[in-house]
């Protein structure tokens, strides 16, 4: 009797777990996880107005106290509902909600669907409320998944200096308010390459911020395509004023092809600029073209409208580059041009035709007397095929300061010959994103507006237009970080940004190499205090600081071995900051070529 009792309870416990257990196999709604919800296009997951029309924004609220973004303002900039736009390499459509409608999605873990096949997410955000960061999840049509960190900065107060555009003024209830208000093109990258399936958007930030979506698109990988010949957009500059100018710009390409496209940008633009007609032709001397141009067209047209802060390419066209022989490229403007996004310190000459309508189609130079140092809106050229392309980011030392305009003396020229005379390595193009009195640590332009100051902003800010979205870009030499000791970094800051670059750039699959700085003894700004912090910064990237994959050591090849804080005599342009063009030929030199092998 005691042994059936003391069996008793040890049998109702079995049958009480195997009855739990039958449940949990056939499902229990008390233990199965919730299903997905399916993922539904971003358009039909839209909760919030945050496009305003009319003199009062006609109830739009963004930010929970009736402001919003301006219609009129987002028209002027040519940012039309519905548009189909492309900035910083990523196709995206805006929002073409009826009027009165949602059309932006609070960022709260909703699944959306994706198709398309590339190298990164673009997210078109704002955020209010202040800075919106949180992590999403992608999915691939492969079953694979992936996580991703993404934040977007207030839509008030936020940086100038990475939005895709800057409206002028807010909608309110009470009527228009003279405040910038800003949209970004954030991405982030994608782990594997297989298409894209849904991406769920992050949770809802903890405090007041909101995260606003208001488009969402894949940036294709530029495949069958190199880069040939690029400049970083430094600022939105004045120019002219002009009327109906051609503009006739001189390029080198790096590498050949037998097909060419090109790319304009509108970056830092407040308003739409119209391409009328565009050509290319092999350059015979000045502004005098080999023969007669051959035009290019974008989407079949002859001409295109670039919005405000977008970009396009050319179609392709036949047409045969030689590598290290000049391109002249010209582009009429229609109606009067009083500023345009440039690249400053070309070092190649540059010509307009003012006041001659378009001029594109004639060979010969007659007329295009006015000259540039700048090149403005021309960003790229691609030409099919090809390896891929190396990356330089740097200063005026990579711009090519006190090297003779038109003579191609810049270290990446040389670096770009070396390339085409070996066979060791793959002949990969060379692009040059530097930009004079770049620096690591601070904005020397604001990111919005007319500025004489063409400096930039700081190569974090530019990171993913000017270095991610390059034509197969697979791997960057930095060479940046002088300028900002000489003006007051410390050596722990410039290491700091140096490794942030390093990461960010291993995360995107791109290779990365990093230079050492070069002395500048006896120059502007150049004290004791400032070579000790270049020695510091130097002494931690030959010890393999910041992650690397490799050194470049150019310091070590233009220093004169008896003052080690002074470039040698023969290799001082003169003004003991910039080396002479046979230094920055020693630099070139200095470059292994196969370190530039790609991951």
Known sequence: MNQARSRGPFRTAVSLLLVLGSAALLGSPSTAAPPEAPPRPLSQLFDNRGIGTGARGGGADLDGHGRALSAEALRDAGWSPGAGLTVVGAPLRLPASPPGSPDNVRADGQRVSVTGRGDALAFLVTATGGRAPGRGTVEYADGRRSSYQLEAPDWRTGTLATSAVVLPRVSTPEGPMKARARLYVVTVPLSYDAPVRAVTLPRDPVGPASLHVFALGVRPRASGWTGSWSAATAARMRVGPWQDPTLRLVVRPSVGGERVRLRFDNTFAASPVRLGR??????????????????????????????????????????????????????????????????????????????????????????????????????????????????????????????????????????????????????????????????????????????????????????????????????????????????????????????????????????????????????????????????????????????????????????????????????????????????????????????????
Do not use: I
């Not at 940046?480 to 490794?499: K, P």
């Not at 690397?548 to 003169?574: I, K, M, N, Q, T």
């Open 278 to 599: 565009v050509s290319v032709a092999v350059r015979e001397k000045g502004a005098t073209a080999r023969g007669k141009p051959v035009p290019l067209r974008f989407g079949g047209h002859r001409g295109v409208t670039l919005a405000a802060g977008a970009q396009v390419r050319s179609d392709p066209l036949p047409f045969r580059v030689e590598a290290g022989t000049d391109l002249l490229v010209s582009v009429s403007l229609p109606g009067r041009v009083a500023s345009l996004p440039v690249r400053t310190a070309a070092k190649q000459p540059g010509y307009v035709a003012d006041a001659a309508g378009n001029r594109t189609g004639s060979r010969g130079g007659a007329g295009f007397a006015e000259a540039l140092d700048y090149w403005p809106l021309l960003t790229g050229l691609d030409v099919a095929g090809g390896p891929g392309s190396v990356v330089a980011l740097g200063d005026s030392t990579t711009t090519g300061a006190k090297t003779r305009t038109g003579a191609d003396e810049r270290w990446t020229d040389v670096l770009a010959a070396r390339l085409r005379s070996q066979d060791a390595v793959p002949r990969y193009g060379v692009l040059n994103q530097a930009l004079t009195a770049n620096r690591l640590l601070a904005d020397r332009y604001p990111g919005a507006g007319e500025d004489e100051d063409t400096s930039g902003v700081r190569l974090a800010h530019r990171l993913d237009r000017d270095l991610f979205a390059q034509t197969s870009a697979r791997t960057a030499l930095v060479y940046l970080g002088l300028n900002d000791v000489r003006w007051g970094s410390s050596a722990a800051e410039v290491r700091t940004a140096l490794a942030e670059v390093a990461r960010r750039a291993r995360a995107r699959g791109v290779r990365v190499l990093a230079a050492t700085l070069t002395p500048c003894g006896g120059g502007s700004r150049c004290t004791p205090a400032v070579e000790e912090r270049r020695q510091a910064v130097n002494a931690w990237l030959r010890a393999g600081g910041g992650g690397f994959d490799a050194v470049v050591d150019f310091d070590h090849v233009v220093r004169d071995p008896e003052r080690p804080g002074r470039l040698l005599p023969a290799y001082d342009s003169g003004d003991h900051l910039h080396p002479s063009a046979e230094a920055l030929a020693r630099m070139a030199g200095a470059v292994d070529l196969g370190a530039l092998r790609p991951r």
